[in-house]
């Protein structure tokens, strides 16, 4: 029984780790620090728990969401008192805002060196506002059995509210008293006799992910928050599958595929979705739906009477802007209890899972619906025109790394998809294979701000990962490349280094503004040959697609390498201004 009795700090600590490893508990990050010092010991020397050491605190949450987002159970994320903690806090908003279980343990001052100078020390309750699942201050450690039975229970709680009822963070604020080093006390050597480990933690079972529960493709609770009865749907009605990164990723795909056959409805399926990976489980897909909606007749001919939404809402503006313009009913499927209406239309929120809606409606009689077939014959040449346009692209375009990417990566490649330009490059070309692709992304909040890390923690001890990124985003937190000695795994970073913003070039700021290249567009000159080996990391140009293929298929099953692909980001932008309403321009129907 891993329980340290040197003294009162370790005693605590100990416990503290014994009953999250019970739990289910496998990962803690840890920060360096002096006042943390009992519990880094005490993670450090637990034999079922990998305690990965991270000298930067920001580098450190992400890449603690990233193992939390892939592995669907929470992550201590451990830093000592001070402005250490504060370094987490945009994860923790990206954490709350996805839906990721993480569990922050905050060292601190004991409260008679708080507000006298003492050092080190802030006001650390509350630290990240309202974004926690339930954030709370533990007492002093003690020895008495009453207060480890505290201590016992707060965790067991804390763990649950991680998990349920939606995942998200848990922030507890430790405060500590001298010693913080192992130094012997007798006190807490004499209680070795009288704590039974055995009986002590014999109510603990494994608590895992709570959100199978109410996750989309399982049925509901007994008491759902919806319509009774539902009304039919019409026949003119579309699914849009959102940005999603599903636990059971197959299971997924497959109750939206029978929704959308019991419905006769096309599937809008978003690239940050599992959906275009898994193609072979469903004839209704619909990928090119943003180079669609371009054509003013097609977005016309297309308007739906009613829209099923799963999953958050697609990246696309053109999407977004045509469901605000014809007004569909629309009904969002969310067990979880959020308002995932950012367009504010004529919404109903049904609180249910895919597999309880199926139960609810008819069995399919019609054989044929001419709507549904109208968008997939579109989909299909739109799809060939795209397909045929990247084929003939020699130019490093930046847009053809994301659909080479769906061409070419080996299956069940997880891939991080970076923010700004990435992201819309896979929606705009991302192609419909039976890849079984794992896409993965901080879309919560849609930042840039710890990508790097996220892609290392979602490829720590995985299959054999790939991150598409941008440069800034990269330069954004290349300390992430530190964690290079503790990561397991492998993970290639295709870099776009168009020496900017690019996506700023596709604003109305980019336009005969003389502050648009310093203030907006930002480029940075930077060499990533030279940085890459300041950390370590192996770097290669890529100068040909043919090269960039071969790179990656196979890929290599160990360390960190960067594959640079230098374009021209106002020529790419150029390109898309000038490509992206042509697809579908000549398509009727």
């Known amino acids: 029984m891993p329980l340290d009795f040197t003294n009162t700090n370790l005693v605590w600590t100990s416990i503290l780790a014994e009953t999250l490893s019970r739990l289910g508990l496998t990962t803690a990050i840890v920060c360096p ?68 279980p993480l569990l922050v343990l905050t060292a601190d001052r004991p409260p008679e060196l708080r507000d006298c100078n003492a050092g080190q020390a802030i006001d650390q309750h509350k630290l990240y506002g309202t974004f926690p699942n339930w954030q709370t201050e533990l007492a002093m450690p003690s020895l008495e059995l009453p207060m480890l039975a505290y201590l016992r229970q707060t965790l067991i709680h804390a763990w649950e509210k991680a998990l349920y009822p939606v995942p998200g963070v848990v922030h507890l604020n430790l405060p500590f008293r001298d010693p913080l080093a192992p130094i012997p ?10 704590l039974n480990p055995e009986a002590f933690f014999a109510s603990i079972t494994p608590l895992s992910s709570t959100r199978s529960l109410h996750h989309p493709i399982t049925p509901s609770p007994r008491h759902s928050l919806t319509p009774s009865p539902l009304p039919p749907f019409p026949s003119n009605g579309i699914i849009i ?33 599992p959906l275009r990976n898994y193609a072979d489980l469903n004839p209704n897909l619909i990928t090119t739906y943003d180079l669609m909606l371009r054509s003013p007749a097609l977005a016309e001919k297309l308007a739906p009477e009613s829209v099923l939404c799963i999953g958050g809402m697609p990246t696309s503006k053109q999407l977004r802007a045509w ?74 375009f930046e847009g053809k790394a994301a659909w080479l990417l769906s061409q070419v990566l080996p299956t069940g490649t997880p891939l991080f998809i970076n923010s700004s330009m990435p992201v819309r490059d896979v929606e705009f070309f991302w192609a419909p294979r039976n890849s079984r692709v794992q896409p993965c992304f901080n879309r919560g909040a849609n930042g840039i701000d710890g990508t790097l890390s996220t892609a290392l923690g979602i490829a720590h001890r995985q299959q054999s990962s790939v991150m598409l990124t941008g440069d800034l985003a990269l330069l954004h937190d290349t300390n992430g490349f530190l964690l290079r000695q503790h990561f397991a795994g492998h993970l290639t970073i295709v870099l776009i280094n168009n020496n900017g ?89």
């Open 323 to 396: 469901l605000e313009k014809t007004q569909p009913r629309l009904w969002i499927i969310d067990p979880e209890g959020r308002n995932l209406d950012p367009l504010h239309g004529s919404t109903t929120h049904l609180r249910l899972s895919i597999a309880a809606l199926l139960q609810s409606l008819p069995l399919q009689t019609q054989t044929t619906n001419p709507y549904l077939d109208r968008w997939r014959v579109v989909e299909t040449k739109v799809r060939q025109a795209v397909d045929q346009t990247m084929c003939e692209t020699d130019a490093l």
């Open 33 to 100: 620090g002096s006042r943390s010092a009992p519990l880094a010991i005490a993670f450090a020397n637990h034999p079922h728990i990998e305690a990965i050491p991270v000298l930067d605190e920001r580098s450190a949450s992400f890449f603690a969401l990233g193992v939390a987002r892939q592995s669907h159970r929470p992550v201590v994320l451990l830093c000592t008192s001070g402005t250490a903690g504060a370094n987490f806090y945009p994860a923790v908003i990206e954490a709350k805002e996805s839906g990721v």
């Open 501 to 589: 913003g690019g996506i700023f070039e596709m604003l109305p700021i980019a336009q005969n503004n003389p502050a648009f290249e310093s203030f907006f567009a930002t480029p940075q000159a930077i060499d990533f040959a030279k940085l890459c080996a300041t950390y370590g990391v192996e770097h290669e140009r890529i100068t040909s697609w043919q090269q960039l293929e071969q790179r990656l298929n196979p890929l290599p099953s160990k360390g960190i390498r960067v594959l640079e692909i230098c374009t021209d980001r106002k020529a790419d932008a150029q390109w898309r201004q000038r490509h992206l309403g042509t697809f579908a321009a000549n398509i009727s129907i």
């Open 185 to 194: 006390q007798p006190s807490a050597q004499a209680i070795a006799s009288t």
């Open 241 to 273: 599958a959102g940005v999603a990164q599903p636990e059971a990723p197959e299971d997924y795909c497959r109750a939206i595929a029978q929704l959308s056959q019991t419905l006769g409805y096309p599937v809008l399926a978003e690239g940050l979705s």
